[in-house]
């Protein structure tokens, strides 16, 4: 077995080494990263607030949270949304409509109007092949049709990928829906494919522990997210001997198939490498290796997201439910709104109430204040809110949220050509497999099977 270095410590990187040496991997492995372990995934505390600074919750869809809290004993730290998190918001003609959680609440729902709802039911029966470059919005308007791509597709793309429904590219965000849609089957038979062929893959891969879908729904942490870095960080370090060395790696290079990591002051050789770094983090590093592929990772785009948190007085404001989403027809400069203290409980101080609000948009021509009275006014202008926030916070996210543009899947197949060319080495995280943590772990585990099986 040859000895291996990853590159980053967020989840995709954790995950990568956990998984291998859970599996057997006996040789050293070293992570790098001049950061804390978590990557995106952190937590901070001011003020009696708890911030998440990246996500918020954890959506369960495969076994990976549950297993390995069960072998690292952090399973009594799992929280589960409250119920209320069931009720979710998107903005229509200037005012917050809930979205339909069931048949009843969808038929009576007031967020789309009876054509839109004939026309979503109707969808499900069709049969259709997207073409590869087609976006989210064309796919859904294709489908559904355009007042359900503007209030369903738009708000959707906005919360979850940070950018909007005609920037994103569906065969890259639903890469088994489409396959399975190229196929010849209905949606909703794809759907169900989609759903059959995950719990095939996942069916029996730990013995200890059995996948049921009562597990699924939106997790946290009584001490936040930041709980599953630490938890898989602390397993790495005292029960598999991992070495964190806190450094930024500069530049790679090769000979005789061996790889020379290079940070400020040192280097070392490995046999393998795994870069769990964002593509435009990993261009420059490649660079003098590879120019070509140092070129085509520079190709990779990104939606900028600034993050305010807002503290209120509960008198002023209290919100109830997971939150809000604002599509792109409505003229708001913000994208949405989760109401981060009514989805677990000691978010927020005694009396008070916290929001965390994403503005979209390039940030360099805003300040902090710019940001946070953006998010202010949406929020009094939706909500009749009259008041102060008792406590306001601006984060921004550099380089952004993956934007899987159209032409990514493209741009990703020629990328894993290039990539061949470099026997042993590998690249994982949110650039290549998905946008969320549980697609961060379930990357790591692929990854570290592929691995396995070079050594098998
Ligand atoms: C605002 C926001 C909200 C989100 N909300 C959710 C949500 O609610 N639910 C959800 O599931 N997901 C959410 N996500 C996505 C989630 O955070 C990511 O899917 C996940 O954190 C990606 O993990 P990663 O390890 O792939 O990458 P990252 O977390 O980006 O980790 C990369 C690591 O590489 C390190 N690094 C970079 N360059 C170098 C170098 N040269 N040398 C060494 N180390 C380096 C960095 O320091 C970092 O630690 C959200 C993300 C953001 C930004």
Redesign the pocket.
């Known amino acids: 077995m040859s000895n291996i270095a990853i ?9 990568t080494a956990y998984f291998l040496k859970e599996n057997g991997y006996q040789r050293q492995i070293d992570i ?10 952190q937590t901070l505390r001011e003020n009696g607030f708890v911030l ?8 369960v869809r495969n076994p990976l949270l549950f297993h390995t809290a069960k072998q690292e004993q952090y399973e009594s730290q799992i929280l589960k949304a409250n119920q209320v998190g069931k009720k979710r918001f998107i903005v229509r003609e200037g005012s917050p409509q809930q979205v339909p959680s069931g048949p009843l609440s969808f038929i009576s729902s007031s967020l789309i109007y009876l054509p839109q709802k004939i026309a979503l039911a109707s969808a499900m029966g069709k049969k259709a092949a997207p073409w590869e470059k087609m976006s989210f919005f064309d796919f859904v308007k294709h489908f559904a049709g355009e007042t359900n791509a503007e209030y369903l597709a738009s708000p959707f793309s906005r919360g ?1 990928y ?1 950018c909007e429904a005609e920037d994103l590219e569906f065969s890259a965000a639903f890469p088994q829906l489409y396959a399975n849609l190229r196929s010849g089957l209905s949606l909703a038979a794809s759907v169900k494919k989609m759903a059959a062929d995950r719990k095939e893959y996942w069916s029996g891969k730990f013995p200890s522990y059995e996948f049921t879908s009562r597990e699924r729904g939106m997790y946290s942490f009584a001490e936040g ?1 930041a709980t599953l870095p630490k938890a898989l960080a602390k397993a790495l370090r005292e029960k598999y001997s991992t070495n964190f060395i806190s ?4 530049s790679v290079e090769k000979s005789n198939g061996k790889y020379s990591l290079k ?1 400020n002051g040192g280097s070392r050789m490995y046999d393998r490498v795994v870069w ?3 593509a435009k ?2 261009s420059p ?1 490649v660079q003098k290796m590879d120019e070509q592929l140092s070129v085509h990772l520079s190709g990779m785009r990104y939606s900028p ?1 600034n ?1 305010v948190f807002h503290g209120w007085d509960s008198k002023i404001f209290k919100p109830n439910g997971f939150g809000f989403l604002v599509p792109r027809k409505e003229k708001f400069s913000i994208m949405g709104t ?1 109401f981060s203290s009514s989805l677990f409980p000691g978010r927020a101080p005694e009396g008070q109430s916290l929001t965390k609000t ?1 503005v979209k948009g390039d940030a360099s021509v805003f300040s902090d204040s710019d940001l946070s009275e953006m998010a202010e006014e949406s929020l009094k202008r939706l909500f009749s809110i009259h008041g102060k926030p008792s406590f306001s916070k601006v ?1 921004r ?1 550099e380089p ?2 993956p934007l899987y543009f159209s032409g990514y899947s493209e741009w990703k197949r020629e990328l894993m050509g290039l990539m061949d060319q470099h026997s042993g080495m590998h690249v ?4 290549y ?8 772990l379930e ?2 585990y692929k990854l570290s099977e592929a691995i396995l099986g070079e050594h098998a």
Not at 32 to 41: I, M, N, R
Not at 52 to 59: A, F
Not at 247 to 250: E, F, G
């Open positions: 590159v980053g410590a967020g989840i995709s990187g954790l995950s790098y990263d001049p950061a804390e372990p978590g990557g995106k995934v998440e600074t990246g996500p918020e919750t954890y959506l979850v940070g997210l450094q930024r790696i500069a940070w769990a770094i964002q983090h990993l590093i997201v993050v989760l994403m984060l996210h952004g949220i994982t995280g949110w650039d497999h998905g946008m969320g943590i549980p697609d961060a990357g790591g």
